[in-house]
């Protein structure tokens, strides 16, 4: 089993920044790649951010492009998230999650998950 604990959420305004932080425990060791997703109300889990364990590899949601960037301290076995340029839009509950495939980018692969952080942007 990999135990995520997210943190950093929070209320923030239109244009301002916040940073997802994601402490994994347990077999980490068979993650091969990190990611956050989002979920809003009345709408279906999607994709934000992943990367690789060693921090080669990443890949972004179109939306979140340029303002997004996800990074990894293998050693510490977290992973964050800065969110610069807030939208509105980009109000919803976060997700660390973790996978044992590479390159994993939708939710069905990815086997382990957090609690989930409120992010809450105003306009």
């Known amino acids: 089993q990999v135990q995520l604990v997210e943190s950093g959420g929070g209320l923030v305004q239109a244009g301002g920044s916040l940073r997802l932080s994601c402490a994994a425990s347990?077999?980490?060791?068979?993650?091969?790649?990190m990611g956050w997703f989002r979920q809003a109300p009345g709408k279906e889990r999607e994709f934000v951010a992943a990367?690789?364990?060693?921090?080669?590899?990443?890949s972004y949601a179109d939306s979140v492009k340029g303002r997004f960037t996800i990074s990894t301290d293998n050693a510490q076995y977290a992973v964050a998230l800065q969110m610069n340029t807030l939208k509105p839009e980009d109000t919803a509950v976060y997700y660390c999650?973790?996978?044992?495939?590479?390159?994993?980018?939708?939710?069905?692969?990815?086997?382990?998950w957090g609690q989930g952080t409120q992010v809450t942007v105003s306009s």
């Open positions: 999650s973790a996978s044992g495939s590479f390159y994993a980018t939708k939710p069905n692969e990815y086997r382990y």
């Open positions: 990367i690789s364990r060693s921090g080669t590899w990443s």
């Open positions: 347990g077999r980490t060791f068979s993650t091969y790649t």
